[in-house]
């Protein structure tokens, strides 16, 4: 939303539709979210706007009691940190990160 406004309102003049026309085109078609890192603000205020239309339709409901649930027991704790460690190191071994700055 930011990135897209920022562009039109730098090239305007190479652009022959109104904002309203272009930003829908040019938006969904890829390319205009932003590059830095403000692509993840961009794209937490869609998902909590998307969010604010489904409240708005579905409408809160009566809360139902949360369940009581136990804490994770240490084995559980443990288990889970292995396995995301092992889970890593194997994204981080076979990404397409490694294979191509990697010298053959």
């Known amino acids: 939303m930011i990135n897209p406004v920022f562009v039109y309102v730098v090239t305007y003049r190479s652009i022959d539709k109104p ?4 930003f829908p085109v040019e938006y969904f078609k890829g390319g ?3 590059q830095g890192p403000l692509w993840f603000i961009e794209v ?3 998902f909590s706007l998307v969010y604010v239309l489904y ?11 949360a369940k009581e ?4 027991s240490s084995r559980a704790i443990v288990l889970f940190a292995l396995l995301l460690g092992w889970q ?4 981080a071994e076979n990404s397409l990160w490694t294979s191509t700055t990697s010298s053959h």
């Open 44 to 46: 937490l205020l869609i």
């Open 55 to 65: 409240r708005l339709i579905v409408r809160s409901r009566t809360a139902s009691p």
């Open 32 to 34: 205009l979210i932003g």
């Open 88 to 91: 890593v190191s194997w994204f």
């Open 19 to 22: 904002f309203w026309r272009y």
């Open 69 to 72: 649930t136990r804490f994770p």
